[in-house]
């Protein structure tokens, strides 16, 4: 097998939680913590990354989601981007098509090249979001309804060219707390009626708006640390987690979900959990009831 594995049909997704066929991931083969970005990797600066405890980690999450029927696309790794691990942010996947970001730090851009190689291989088509900084661990998406995290990688006008786009969307922008990075790291969709969120990323405004929309899983500050909310759901009310997030998983079991558990508290170390290190290209579409 090369680089590249491929694709059976066209991108499309419409939320975060329907049944994962595709996804693009990037193994953490030159991964360091090189400038300090966000408050994990803070505290993991002196410690650093183990790459060979990294790369078994990532090799099992790899292994897990190709258990679970899901074709997994391998981007070629570069040791010019020690993030590039974390493909959520270099594009994301909306309808049928595929929007490459525009990374906001230094460090990350030229990671996107990668992405746009393997869709221009694919024959894909893609929207190229040149001059406006945005980044997909700020989307989240759920049906007719796009979340968008206004943070330090991702501003208004961005979100407001978004919106000129997807006019068909409502699309919601989401502030929190710049020291959480991306959106994702501190709220995730589950289903149409239930999200994960850490509420201290909030003002008491974007809280209560959050409530009206979902039922909401609260993680502890311990839990937002490793990253609780920052799970991958493949589908099938089936949700990938850490081992260490221990009230996460309870809360999502006593609600039905299947939690498999997987340990990559190597890679965490830099910031990103499943959902970060995850670009889904198909999501499967739902049927009609």
């Known amino acids: 097998m090369g680089l590249f594995t491929r694709s059976k049909k066209t991108a499309f997704a419409t939320s975060e939680y329907d049944r994962l066929e595709l996804v693009i991931m990037c193994q953490p083969q030159y991964m360091t913590i090189r400038d300090i970005i966000n408050e994990t990797q803070k505290k993991f600066k002196n410690e650093g990354i183990h790459i060979l405890k990294a790369m078994e980690q990532h090799e ?3 292994n897990t989601l190709r258990a679970h029927h ?19 942010d270099i594009g994301f996947t909306l309808g049928q098509t595929i929007f490459v970001a525009e990374m906001a730090h230094d460090i990350r851009q030229g990671e996107e090249n990668y992405l746009k190689e393997w869709l221009k291989q694919e024959k894909i088509s893609y929207y190229n979001l040149i001059g406006d900084k945005i980044e997909g ?4 998406i759920d049906r007719d309804t796009i979340y968008i995290g206004l943070s330090n990688r991702t501003n208004q006008k961005a979100i407001d060219h978004l919106q000129q786009l997807l006019s068909q969307f409502e699309v919601i922008t989401v502030p929190f707390h710049e020291k959480f990075l991306h959106l994702d790291c501190v709220f995730n969709v589950l289903s149409p009626k239930e999200a994960l969120f850490y509420p201290d990323a909030f003002n008491k405004k974007e809280r209560d708006y959050l409530e009206t ?3 909401l899983i609260e993680v502890t500050k311990d839990e937002q640390f490793t990253l609780g909310t920052n799970v991958l759901s493949i589908g099938d009310k089936k949700v990938l987690s850490l081992p260490v997030n221990q009230q996460v998983n309870k809360q999502l079991q006593q609600r ?3 939690v498999i558990e997987v340990d990559i508290t190597e890679i965490i170390k830099s910031g990103g959990s499943f959902r970060c290190c995850t670009l889904p290209v198909i999501r499967e579409e739902p ?3």
């Open 60 to 62: 099992q999450f790899v």
């Open 70 to 88: 899901i074709d997994v696309v391998l981007l070629p790794a570069n040791e010019q981007f020690p993030e590039q691990v974390f493909t959520r």
């Open 137 to 140: 661990g700020d989307i989240i």
């Open 213 to 215: 929309r979902y039922e």
């Open 256 to 258: 039905g979900y299947e």
């Open 287 to 289: 049927k009609e009831l």
